[in-house]
């Protein structure tokens, strides 16, 4: 087994009596609706339980017990006298309703929603509690996404290569639309819908204004016109520079006559193509692309002047906060803020700004970003990183939902404790009109889709949290494994926990206690922590960790570039002291003296090296675990896990070795004993990681 199915395998149930029962309660199939949504759920449903039950489900009519309904109160008159009116309001357009009801006297199962997307989100949550083995005699289950666009965002370029993508090619096959529409991509709208993600940014954040012309937008089309029946809309990225390069116009300064007219008449062939585009998403005056700034505007003029040209169809414009520039002398950490701060209130009202979930970029672990509470008037969007750029990329187990979660449980204190990013992000803090959350999709054209079998959970959670950002990582994993590979309990409990663990062990093994940004020189993968000396201090390690023989950290206090001082007073309290910052932020704000007592009582020298050896150690343990499972897992599926934990073991050891003898030319402190000496030298680790390609 390849694990090209995803978690939507459809499995015989193995389970003799859960069979039985799910056969009582699914004796055939009411639909009357045939819209293009409502085809795609009927046509799931059939192999979705041909597969599960390993019989046929088959279009009925009403007068047998046990029939199957699905449909909306509009185009479903059995639905529509079950007065649900009340109970539907309360869902919006895309929430649904699975109910264990009577109909006309019989015993029946009720899939319904206000929309048909409402009923195809219903029909996947239904075959859910199949695949997960649940009870169905007694539904009432009511569910609705607390966010509005949650967005696959893919750094895909048009030439197929996926900027920091590791599960082969884009899935997007250019050369071949829009004539040849691959399974892929209906299948790629099918598992998407299945989680409840309504959007698709298509093409990378450093844009190409290619994709703005004719021959790709018939291309872009074809794409929206096979994913519209699962709800799943199509963005573009917007390169700021586009009236120059494709209209030839001289200038794209964004409050230029012409360039407003050239973009009102872009957005309007668009439309022709796509009646629904949601939008674009920019990265503008960000790492050398082009943007309002090179005319002397503002973001806000930039995000307006496009939000006009999409406004009347509906569309919107995901403007990204990730800007930072190295001739700013001041902490990169502090810059998004500096910028976008002051343009609280001067944005369009169908515009979101898009900020990533911290100040940097991505790293195993920071701080929420300052700006999630500081912009009430501007709805701010999540961007979380599927793909592990920074995270082992394809290669290590690291299921993300743990840090997804402690981004959005975390408080920002705005309007006092319990003020959290999740408020923010979901519109309930500051009344926001607009939510959103973007994931950079992990997603190639590998057989498994993301290179690493687990990287499927990552997707998997990222849809399932911007549905709903309560659902813990446990039970997030839960749904995933039983679907992915098995309902045993043997199998799921150590599996789970494993995953549940795998986020901490590798920020163990990379950068524990609030290091970050200390990779090699030429890719984000392995370690570098000496790297200095490149073309911008801000892409050096030495300038994020600042060890010397003194200590080590990044001194964010008052004392220090005070980016703290972004945070409310609640969040400067707790973090502002050494005693009283969470460990595993202690590097990010304070520069520590090596012989400071943390709380286990250690020296900081012997925690940092204790937390690197049990980071590597722990993925010893991951390894035995999977061992364990063998008897559950096909042999494709488990030779291939198998693998990769131990390139991971590799690689954490790799990253432990390099890093404590790097900090120990500062520390001047020997290894705590009990921990097996390095096998090389430093020198050899330095070698391993040569300035091939000048870059970042
Ligand atoms: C960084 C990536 C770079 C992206 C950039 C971004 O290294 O490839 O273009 O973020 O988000 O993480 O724009």
């Not at 402690?406 to 408080?411: G, I, K, N």
């Not at 304070?590 to 943390?598: E, R």
Request: charged share 20%.
């Amino acid at each position: 087994d390849d694990g090209y199915r995803l978690w939507q395998r459809y499995d015989f149930v193995q389970d003799q009596a859960k069979r039985q029962a799910y056969l009582a309660n699914l004796t055939g199939l009411v639909i009357e609706g045939n819209s293009p949504t409502l085809t795609v759920a009927r046509q799931e449903l059939v192999t979705g339980l041909a597969g599960l039950l390993g019989k046929p489900l088959r279009l009925t009519s009403l007068n047998t017990a046990g029939v199957l309904i699905l449909g909306t109160p509009q185009n479903t008159s059995v639905i529509k006298n079950l007065n649900l009116a009340v109970k539907l309001t309360a869902l919006g357009p895309e929430g649904f309703l699975i109910l264990s009801a009577q109909v006309q006297g019989k015993k029946a199962t009720v899939i319904t929603a206000n929309s048909d997307v409402g009923v195809l989100y219903g029909t996947f949550h239904f075959l859910k509690l199949l695949q997960t083995n649940q009870d169905i005699t007694q539904l009432n289950i009511s569910s609705a996404p607390k966010i509005q666009r949650r967005i696959l965002n893919h750094w895909d370029n048009l030439d197929r290569t996926v900027e920091r993508g590791y599960a082969g090619f884009s899935i997007w096959d250019w050369h071949k639309l829009p004539d040849y529409i691959d399974q892929r991509y209906i299948d790629y709208a099918r598992a998407n819908a299945s989680i409840g993600i309504n959007g698709t940014v298509l093409t990378n954040v450093n844009a190409n204004a290619l994709i703005l012309t004719p021959q790709y937008l018939v291309k872009v089309k074809a794409l929206a016109d096979a994913f519209r029946p699962y709800g799943l809309k199509v963005y573009l990225t917007a390169r700021f520079s586009a009236p120059v390069e494709m209209g030839g116009l001289k200038t794209a300064d964004p409050l230029d006559a012409q360039v407003k007219t050239w973009w009102k008449n872009k957005a309007a062939e668009i439309y022709s193509y796509v009646p629904d585009f949601g939008g674009f998403l920019v990265k503008a005056n960000s790492e050398g692309q082009p943007g309002p700034q090179n005319y002397g505007r503002s973001h806000a003029d930039g995000a307006n002047m496009l939000a006009d040209a999409v406004a009347e169809k509906g569309g919107i414009v995901m403007w990204r906060a990730f800007v930072y520039d190295n001739k700013v002398p001041d902490d990169r950490a502090k810059q998004a803020y500096t910028e976008f701060k002051p343009l609280d209130g001067q944005f369009r009202k169908n515009v979101l700004v898009q900020v990533k979930n911290g100040p940097i970029d991505f790293q195993p672990r920071e701080p929420f970003h300052p700006l999630f509470g500081a912009m009430p008037q501007t709805p701010l969007m999540m961007e979380f990183q599927i793909t592990q750029e920074y995270l082992g990329q394809a290669t290590n187990l690291v299921y993300q939902a743990p840090l997804y979660k402690e981004t959005l449980d975390a408080d920002t204190h705005v309007k006092g404790a319990g003020s959290t990013v999740a408020k923010v992000v979901d519109g309930s803090l500051h009344q926001y009109e607009l939510t959103g959350m973007a994931g950079v999709a992990n997603i190639g054209n590998d057989r498994n889709w993301t290179g690493h079998l687990f990287g499927q959970a990552n997707w998997y959670c990222f849809g399932r949290l911007a549905w709903d950002h309560t659902l813990s990582s446990e039970k997030i994993a839960d749904e995933w494994l039983r679907m992915t590979f098995t309902n045993e309990a043997t199998f799921l409990n150590p599996i789970n926990k494993m995953m549940r663990q795998s986020r901490e062990t590798l920020v163990n093994y990379m950068t524990p206690l609030g290091l970050h940004h200390i990779m090699g020189y030429s890719h984000h993968y392995g370690p570098g922590p000496w790297i200095k000396d490149k073309q911008r201090a801000d892409w050096t390690s030495v300038y994020y960790h600042k060890a010397s023989p003194e200590g080590i950290g990044f001194d964010r206090t008052v004392t220090g570039s005070n980016a703290l001082a972004q945070y409310a007073p609640g969040v400067q309290q707790q973090f502002g002291k050494p005693a009283t910052c969470p460990e595993e932020f202690l590097l990010w704000f304070h520069h520590v003296k090596w012989d400071y007592k943390v709380k286990s009582g250690r020296s900081l020298w012997d925690e940092l090296c204790q937390r690197y050896y049990r980071g590597a150690a722990e993925v010893g343990q991951m390894r035995q675990t999977w061992q364990a499972a063998q008897a559950y897992v096909d042999a494709e599926r488990f030779n291939h896990v198998k693998m990769l934990l131990l390139i991971q073991e590799k690689e954490a050891r790799w990253w432990r070795d390099a890093c404590v003898l790097y900090f120990q030319t500062f520390a001047q402190r020997p290894i705590p004993a009990g921990l097996e000496k390095p096998s090389q030298t430093l020198d050899y680790y330095v070698k391993q990681d040569p300035k091939f390609v000048p870059g970042n």
